[in-house]
């Protein structure tokens, strides 16, 4: 049996988190890269001092991140964008390599839940890629009812990200998320039986 790693992907808002619980719902193993991401900044030392040492110490409040800052003075830079991504991500796709090491001695796919996989060159890390799918009005009113954010901020995170028009030539699932819950979840279900047989 093949091993392989999918990655799921897609703007803010666009539901990357619905599909994830569902596969977990299902059993299957999802990392999500962002969670990794927050744990490894709050833990670990050496990225804590980069993160430090590139943006103030107004980045942590102790040893907890300091989010509302990294929000405000961060997200909506692109030159900081990059910065605190170059300090983030190698540390990130190491851990969740050595992650997939473990979860295939019992499985041989791994969903791995990450927003920046063509913005950060991560094609290659991954056998295949699904792109959740979402029209942007409907992904900026999902963000603006589960986030504190300002509609303004919400835009000028997705600034930061390729548009997901532009993703979907080069995704290898595209997963249409403009309806319900209900639908989407019968989609991921069709997918499944497809990725399943990739394995094999």
């Known amino acids: ?17 619905s599909v994830s619980d569902f596969l977990e719902k299902k059993g299957h193993s ?13 833990q670990d030392a050496e990225i804590k001092m980069r993160i430090i040492s590139e943006f103030g110490d ?12 990294l929000a405000a003075n961060v ?5 900081n964008v990059l910065k605190i991504n ?7 796709m190491e851990k969740i390599n050595s992650l997939c090491t473990v979860i295939f001695k019992k499985k041989n796919i791994v969903f791995i839940e990450t927003a920046l996989v063509y913005e950060a060159n991560l094609e290659d890390f991954f056998d295949f890629v699904l792109l959740v799918f979402t029209d942007q009005n409907l992904r900026i009113d999902r963000v603006l009812k589960r986030e504190n954010l300002t509609e303004e ?9 390729i548009p997901d028009e532009e993703k979907k030539g080069d995704a290898d699932f595209v997963l249409d998320n403009n309806s319900s819950v209900q639908e989407l979840e019968k989609r991921i279900e069709f997918l499944l039986i497809l990725i399943n047989q990739l394995a094999v």
């Open 75 to 79: 997200f909506n830079n692109e030159e």
């Open 58 to 69: 107004e980045s942590f409040n102790g040893d907890i991140l300091n989010t509302k800052f």
């Open 86 to 92: 170059a300090i983030v991500h190698p540390p990130v």
């Open 1 to 17: 049996m093949k091993k392989i790693k999918i990655a799921i992907t897609g703007g803010i808002g666009s539901g990357k988190s």
């Open 153 to 161: 901020q919400v835009r000028a995170r997705m600034q930061f990200q």
């Open 30 to 42: 999802v990392l999500r890269a962002d969670l990794i991401a927050k744990e490894m900044m709050a």
